[in-house]
């Protein structure tokens, strides 16, 4: 893992974007537009988590990475809260949505477990540690597709929205074992880390799948331009993964059987040439070092 992970401090100007920013796909855009609703809060939380636990690394190189790492999810967490600006201001507002987010990661995977069970402070920084290198696995794969996604150009998916998700994508795939990293140097050793790690994404694997569910349902149910016409369903989802504008349930599926092997690290995933490659091309990320 390279030592210049650093946050990029980018813009974007929303003022041109339109609502089904992938022109006629009301279902793909929705689909991917529940990163806006689960990002800010998510990558504030993952900064929380990581900074508990900033005083058990002892080894000065992944101390660096790490507080790359943080830089670069708090940036994330801000720029994906500005879309939600954006869709609030083309009347769909998602603030109902987002405090059930807000209660997941402050107060069920907060400093302190829930409803006050008796888990160990050390155990608990642990687990999260381990929710957190779970989500990076499924971010690392996400970020590595959309590099990719020709389906997206070919749809003509607005320009702006494109250079977010790829900006973003290209950084996950950088980054992509700093978590997995982290959670190895605290926490623990042998079985009763692979345990960890085991449970980590034994929570993260469903709870993602029913967060993306209930979100999609919900944008679309929202949307002023549907009006209520048209719902989240498998069948129009399924049809846009076929156009190559979503990720196919296999690439989704295969990296949990991946992520719980003994053997596993994720600098095996994505292609970080591809992401580097972007990130030196990125209409964003070139404003930033201007």
């Keep these: 893992m390279s030592a210049r992970i650093a946050p990029r401090r980018v813009s974007f100007d929303w003022s041109r974007t339109p609502l089904h920013w992938i022109p006629g796909e009301p279902t793909a855009?929705?689909?991917?537009?529940?990163?806006?609703?689960?990002?800010?809060?998510?990558?504030?939380?993952?900064?929380?988590?990581?900074?508990?636990?900033?005083?058990?690394?002892?080894?000065?190189?992944?101390?660096?990475?790490?507080?790359?790492?943080?830089?670069q999810e708090a940036t994330h967490s801000v720029q994906h809260a500005h879309v939600l600006d954006h869709l609030a201001a083309q009347r769909l507002d998602t603030a109902q949505f987002t405090k059930?987010?807000?209660?997941?990661f402050e107060r069920l995977l907060g400093e302190r477990p829930p409803l006050g069970a008796p888990v160990p402070e050390r155990e608990w920084l642990r687990f999260r540690l381990a929710v957190v290198a779970a989500i990076e696995q499924?971010?690392?794969?996400?970020?590595?597709?959309?590099?990719?996604?020709?389906?997206?150009d070919a749809a003509g998916a607005d320009e702006v929205m494109l250079d977010l998700l790829r900006w973003h994508g290209a950084e996950e795939v950088e980054h992509r074992a700093v978590a997995y990293d982290m959670f190895r140097h605290c926490g623990g050793t042998g079985r009763a880390r692979y345990a960890r790690r085991i449970a980590g994404m034994t929570v993260t694997a469903p709870v993602m799948l029913y967060m993306w569910v209930w979100g999609t349902a919900y944008l679309m149910r929202h949307d002023p331009q549907l009006a209520g016409r048209l719902r989240y369903s498998l069948a129009e989802h399924n049809r846009a993964v076929r156009k190559g504008l979503l990720p196919t349930w296999r690439q989704l599926g295969t990296a949990i059987p991946r992520y719980l092997r003994r053997s596993y690290h994720p600098s095996r995933e994505g292609s970080l040439n591809r992401a580097v490659e972007y990130l030196s091309r990125s209409p964003a990320a070139k404003r930033a070092v201007a």
């Design 29 to 71: 855009t929705h689909v991917i537009n529940v990163l806006h609703l689960l990002l800010p809060a998510g990558e504030r939380w993952f900064v929380e988590v990581f900074k508990e636990g900033l005083p058990l690394v002892k080894d000065p190189e992944l101390l660096t990475e790490v507080k790359g790492f943080m830089g």
């Design 100 to 104: 059930h987010v807000d209660f997941l």
């Design 138 to 152: 499924f971010t690392a794969v996400l970020g590595d597709w959309v590099l990719a996604a020709d389906g997206l």
